[in-house]
């Protein structure tokens, strides 16, 4: 197979609360396992800031053989960030609000209907939360409900809020509760088209348009998790803004636990449903689908384009894979129950060799359309 010498990359990240920075250091701890596993020398490069967006390059050599990568960071941390500055009573509120605003679009009905376990995970923090305000009310009322003085609430109520705060609210922290209430409110303002979520993808498809002006023998972009739903806005928008950005080249788009029909199955995602449509139809792209059944934090079997209303375009190619395939067994086996720690999988280092490494594709000798037909078991040759 032949090798490929330049590689253009915009990766949008999904639900963790990091910014490129932190995305970077990600990726050379990601690359240093690779590396080991492939035995191929991945050099990574320090975080540069440029009109075109946070990026650093991965030199990869094999042999005499080099490939060089300049990967663009476009995430939304700092939006997320700005959602969270509010007090923790706010923040519930907000997130709740969202779940409703949701729910009333039609969403979380489509969830279930199509991928349950998803819905599960829509509904989990907010269930979480509700069962932790129970449990604080129960405490409140415990003389009450014991038949004691009223007076011992002067004691339950201060017990109750201690619980809430220093025992609660951590426990419900390890799930990463109120960045998903921020991380709902974000994929209603981008189902929306909100000003929040315009900007944001104007801002991003400006840079892309500027990066676009570096010469690759391939572009990829990836996304992961809700990153698929910005992944298609900013590259839906290039083309609305340049129709011709993409001629003569070859672009492939693949998504990582893609969750795009977290913001398209809400009923006001008109625009990003077109979107959708732009990329699934245009000739030059390449559009794959990495997914894996014990990640329930995506849309398992969905066929993004289909469900957004584009059966008539080129349909995404679903590539399953299975992480038990790449990870050690005790690895595999101290992580598969942890569902956060799963959806992270997809952009972590290996322990062994299978069809599927986030930092081979991106970063690779191998031509990234090449992945659309991987085999999970069958390591590719390098």
Same mark, same amino acid.
């Given at each position: 197979?032949?090798?490929?010498?330049?590689?253009?990359?915009?990766?949008?990240?999904?639900?963790?609360?990091?910014?490129?920075?932190?995305?970077?250091?990600?990726?050379?701890?990601?690359?240093?396992?690779?590396?080991?596993?492939?035995?191929?020398?991945?050099?990574?490069?320090?975080?540069?800031?440029?009109?075109?967006?946070? &990026?650093?390059?991965?030199?990869?050599?094999?042999?005499?053989?080099?490939?060089?990568?300049?990967?663009?960071?476009?995430?939304?941390?700092?939006?997320?960030?700005?959602?969270?500055?509010?007090?923790?009573?706010?923040?519930?509120?907000?997130?709740?609000?969202?779940?409703?605003?949701? @729910?009333?679009?039609?969403?979380?009905?489509?969830?279930?209907?199509?991928?349950?376990?998803?819905?599960?995970?829509?509904?989990?923090?907010?269930?979480?939360?509700?069962?932790?305000?129970?449990?604080?009310?129960?405490?409140?009322?415990?003389?009450?409900?014991?038949?004691?003085?009223?007076?011992?609430?002067?004691?339950?109520?201060?017990?109750?809020?201690?619980?809430?705060?220093?025992?609660?609210?951590?426990?419900?922290?390890?799930?990463?509760?109120?960045?998903?209430?921020?991380?709902?409110?974000?994929?209603?303002?981008?189902?929306?088209?909100?000003?929040?979520?315009?900007?944001?993808?104007?801002?991003?498809?400006?840079?892309?348009?500027?990066?676009?002006?570096?010469?690759?023998?391939?572009?990829?972009?990836?996304?992961?998790?809700?990153?698929?739903?910005?992944?298609?806005?900013?590259?839906?928008?290039?083309?609305?803004?340049?129709?011709?950005?993409?001629?003569?080249?070859?672009?492939?788009?693949?998504?990582?636990?893609?969750?795009?029909?977290?913001?398209?199955?809400?009923?006001?995602?008109?625009?990003?449903?077109?979107?959708? $449509?732009?990329?699934? &139809?245009?000739?030059?792209?390449?559009?794959?689908?990495?997914?894996?059944?014990?990640?329930? @934090?995506? *849309?398992?079997?969905?066929?993004?384009?289909?469900?957004? $209303?584009?059966?008539?375009?080129?349909?995404?190619?679903?590539?399953?894979?299975?992480?038990?395939?790449?990870?050690?067994?005790?690895?595999?086996?101290?992580?598969?129950?942890?569902?956060?720690?799963?959806?992270?999988?997809?952009?972590?280092?290996?322990?062994?060799?299978?069809?599927?490494?986030?930092?081979?594709?991106?970063?690779?000798? *191998?031509?990234?359309?090449?992945?659309?037909? *991987?085999?999970?078991?069958?390591?590719?040759?390098?």
């Amino acid at each position: 197979m032949a090798t490929v010498q330049s590689r253009l990359v915009f990766y949008f990240p999904g639900f963790d609360p990091l910014d490129a920075a932190a995305h970077h250091l990600r990726y050379q701890r990601a690359a240093a396992l690779a590396g080991k596993t492939w035995d191929v020398a991945y050099e990574v490069g320090k975080l540069e800031s440029t009109p075109a967006g946070d &990026h650093f390059t991965v030199d990869a050599r094999i042999g005499e053989k080099n490939t060089r990568s300049s990967i663009f960071v476009y995430d939304h941390n700092d939006i997320i960030s700005h959602l969270r500055s509010t007090s923790v009573a706010q923040q519930v509120a907000s997130g709740f609000k969202a779940g409703a605003g949701i @729910i009333a679009e039609g969403a979380a009905v489509r969830y279930f209907r199509y991928a349950w376990r998803f819905g599960l995970f829509f509904i989990f923090p907010f269930l979480l939360m509700l069962a932790g305000g129970a449990a604080t009310v129960a405490i409140t009322f415990l003389p009450w409900l014991f038949g004691l003085s009223a007076w011992l609430c002067l004691l339950s109520v201060p017990v109750a809020a201690l619980f809430f705060v220093k025992a609660f609210l951590p426990f419900a922290e390890r799930f990463h509760t109120l960045h998903l209430y921020a991380d709902w409110r974000f994929a209603l303002a981008v189902g929306r088209d909100d000003p929040l979520a315009r900007e944001w993808i104007e801002d991003k498809a400006q840079a892309v348009l500027l990066a676009l002006e570096q010469p690759s023998e391939e572009i990829l972009v990836v996304s992961h998790s809700m990153g698929a739903s910005l992944a298609l806005a900013v590259i839906g928008r290039v083309l609305e803004l340049q129709p011709d950005a993409l001629k003569g080249r070859k672009l492939s788009f693949s998504t990582l636990g893609g969750a795009a029909l977290q913001c398209a199955f809400l009923s006001s995602a008109t625009r990003l449903r077109q979107s959708i $449509g732009k990329v699934a &139809h245009h000739p030059e792209v390449t559009w794959f689908d990495i997914q894996c059944l014990t990640d329930p @934090i995506h *849309l398992y079997r969905c066929n993004t384009a289909h469900l957004a $209303g584009h059966e008539d375009a080129q349909q995404p190619t679903i590539v399953p894979i299975r992480f038990k395939h790449s990870l050690s067994t005790e690895r595999y086996k101290k992580n598969k129950r942890n569902f956060l720690r799963m959806h992270r999988q997809y952009v972590l280092g290996p322990d062994r060799k299978s069809g599927f490494d986030f930092t081979l594709m991106t970063a690779g000798p *191998l031509p990234v359309a090449s992945f659309a037909g *991987l085999e999970s078991q069958q390591p590719p040759v390098l």
